[in-house]
C-alpha cells in the first residue's frame, strides 16, 4: 500500500491555443498541490517502501467534442518521486536515475519492491550523463575506473553487477555513508564553487591515493593535482604535491586537509591554491604548488580565476583626518612547518587562528605584513 496525494487547486481548465507555444491545444495548471490522504483511525501511513522509492503518477484526462462525435483521451505521466523536504531530494533522484536505467515496463509504480541490479557498463553511463548534465563535462575512463573499484573492488568491469542497496544504501568501504550521497554532496560543490575548474579540465577529481602518487612521483617537486576526498561525506576537494626526498630516496608527497564548501564559500578555491603557503626554512612562507599536473603553470592554469585586487577603502571620518581606516586583511591557509620535515601527511593540515597568532607572535610583525595588503 502506497501513499495516495489529493491534489488541491484548479484541476480542470479548457484547452486553448493562448498557452500553447506551437499553435496546439494546450491547458497550464499552476499553483497545485499535493496533499496526502490520511486513513482513519490509522495514526500512520507507512507502506512497504520508504518515501524516496515510492513511484507516483499523474493522470491527466480530457475530452474533444466535436459535432456528432466525443472522444475521451487520457495520459500519465512518468513516474515520480513526491517528496516532503530538501532534504530527501538526493535519494528522490537516485531512485528516478535507477529507474530510468533499468525500467522494462513502463509506469510500474512497484519497481522498487524488488529493484534489478545494474551492470557497471550501464551505470557508468549514467553517472557521466549526470555530471555533463550539470556541467559540460562528463566523466573519462580513468575517473569511472575509480568510482567502479569503489562500487566493485579492484577487479570491476563492465559487467559487473551493482545492487540498488550497493549504489545508495549501504555505506561503501569503510566509511559512513554511501556512494550515491558522496557523489551527489560533490555535484554539488563542483556546481557551486568549481564550476569553471571541472570545465577548464583543472580537476582530476576521482582518483585514487595510489594512482595520484604514482602520477606524481616522476614529476618535477612542486607538481599537484586536484582530487576529491574520498572521506568527506558532504563533499570536499584537496591537492596533492610531490617533493624530492632530502636523503634522494623515494619523493614525498603531501596533502592538505580537504576544503568543503564552508572554506570555499569564504575564499575560491583558485585564490587558495594561489596563496596557500608552508612555513619553510628561518620562518619564511612560501607557496610549494608550482605546476598543475602534469607541468602546467600554477598561474597559467589559474591565473583567470584569481580575484583582482579591491579598490581601496574610502577614508573613514575620524578625529584624525589622515587616518584612511582598517587595514584590508587576506585568508590564507598556512601549514605549519615545510614538507621536507615531514614524513607524512598526517600532520600537514592548515593552520587554527590559535596557532596562526602564535607564530604571528613569535615571527613578528614582518609576518603580518606579508598575510596583509594596506
Known amino acids: 500500500r502506497f501513499r495516495k496525494f489529493n491534489i488541491l487547486g484548479t484541476h480542470t481548465k479548457v484547452m486553448n491555443m493562448e498557452e500553447s507555444t506551437n499553435g496546439?491545444?494546450?491547458?497550464?495548471?499552476?499553483?497545485?498541490?499535493?496533499?496526502?490522504?490520511?486513513?482513519?483511525g490509522n495514526r500512520t501511513n507507512?507502506?512497504?517502501?520508504?518515501?524516496?522509492e515510492e513511484?507516483?503518477?499523474?493522470?491527466?484526462?480530457?475530452?474533444?467534442?466535436?459535432?456528432?462525435?466525443?472522444?475521451?483521451l487520457e495520459t500519465t505521466s512518468l513516474p515520480v518521486v513526491v517528496i516532503s523536504n530538501v532534504s530527501q531530494l538526493p535519494s528522490g533522484w537516485a531512485s528516478i536515475l535507477w529507474y530510468n536505467m533499468?525500467?522494462?515496463e513502463p509506469r510500474n509504480l512497484s519497481f522498487f519492491l524488488?529493484?534489478?541490479?545494474?551492470?557497471?557498463?550501464?551505470?557508468?553511463?549514467?553517472?557521466?550523463?549526470?555530471?555533463?548534465?550539470?556541467?559540460?563535462?562528463?566523466?573519462?575512463?580513468?575517473q569511472l575506473s575509480m568510482l567502479g573499484e569503489k562500487l566493485l573492488g579492484p577487479n570491476a568491469g563492465p559487467d559487473g553487477l551493482i545492487p540498488w542497496t550497493r549504489f545508495c544504501k549501504e555505506n561503501i568501504n569503510d566509511k559512513n555513508f554511501s556512494f550515491w550521497p558522496w557523489i551527489d554532496t560533490i555535484l554539488e560543490l563542483?556546481?557551486?564553487?568549481?564550476?569553471?575548474?571541472?570545465?577548464?579540465?583543472?580537476?582530476?577529481?576521482?582518483?585514487?591515493?595510489?594512482?595520484?602518487?604514482?602520477?606524481?612521483?616522476?614529476?618535477?617537486?612542486?607538481?599537484?593535482?586536484l582530487r576529491f576526498s574520498e572521506s568527506s561525506r558532504e563533499g570536499a576537494?584537496?591537492?596533492?604535491?610531490?617533493?624530492?626526498s632530502q636523503n634522494g630516496g623515494e619523493p614525498d608527497f603531501h596533502a592538505v586537509e580537504p576544503y568543503t564548501k564552508k572554506e570555499l564559500s569564504a575564499v575560491t578555491f583558485p585564490d587558495i591554491i594561489r596563496n596557500y603557503k608552508v612555513m619553510a626554512a628561518e620562518n619564511i612562507p612560501e607557496n610549494p604548488l608550482?605546476?598543475?599536473?602534469?607541468?602546467?603553470?600554477k598561474d597559467h592554469a589559474f591565473g583567470k580565476y584569481y580575484s583582482r585586487p579591491k579598490e581601496a577603502p574610502e577614508p573613514m571620518e575620524l578625529d584624525d583626518p589622515k587616518r584612511t581606516g582598517y587595514i584590508k586583511t587576506e585568508l590564507i591557509s598556512v601549514s605549519e612547518v615545510h614538507p621536507s620535515r615531514l614524513q607524512t601527511t598526517d600532520n600537514l593540515l592548515p593552520m587554527s587562528p590559535e596557532e596562526f597568532d602564535e607564530m604571528s607572535r613569535i615571527v613578528g610583525p614582518e609576518f603580518d605584513s606579508m598575510m596583509s595588503t594596506v
Open 24 to 40: 496546439s491545444l494546450a491547458a497550464e495548471f499552476r499553483h497545485l498541490q499535493l496533499k496526502e490522504q490520511k486513513n482513519a
Open 46 to 52: 507507512e507502506g512497504p517502501l520508504i518515501v524516496t
Open 55 to 72: 513511484l507516483h503518477s499523474l493522470s491527466f484526462e480530457t475530452q474533444l467534442c466535436q459535432p456528432g462525435l466525443v472522444i475521451d
Open 102 to 104: 533499468l525500467v522494462t
Open 114 to 142: 524488488n529493484p534489478p541490479c545494474a551492470w557497471w557498463s550501464q551505470l557508468s553511463e549514467v553517472l557521466s550523463w549526470q555530471f555533463s548534465s550539470v556541467t559540460k563535462r562528463g566523466l573519462n575512463a580513468d
Open 190 to 225: 563542483i556546481k557551486k564553487h568549481l564550476l569553471c575548474l571541472w570545465n577548464d579540465g583543472c580537476i582530476m577529481g576521482f582518483i585514487s591515493k595510489e594512482r595520484e602518487r604514482a602520477l606524481l612521483k616522476d614529476q618535477q617537486p612542486g607538481t599537484f593535482l
Open 237 to 244: 576537494i584537496t591537492f596533492t604535491w610531490v617533493e624530492r
Open 290 to 297: 608550482k605546476y598543475l599536473y602534469p607541468n602546467i603553470d
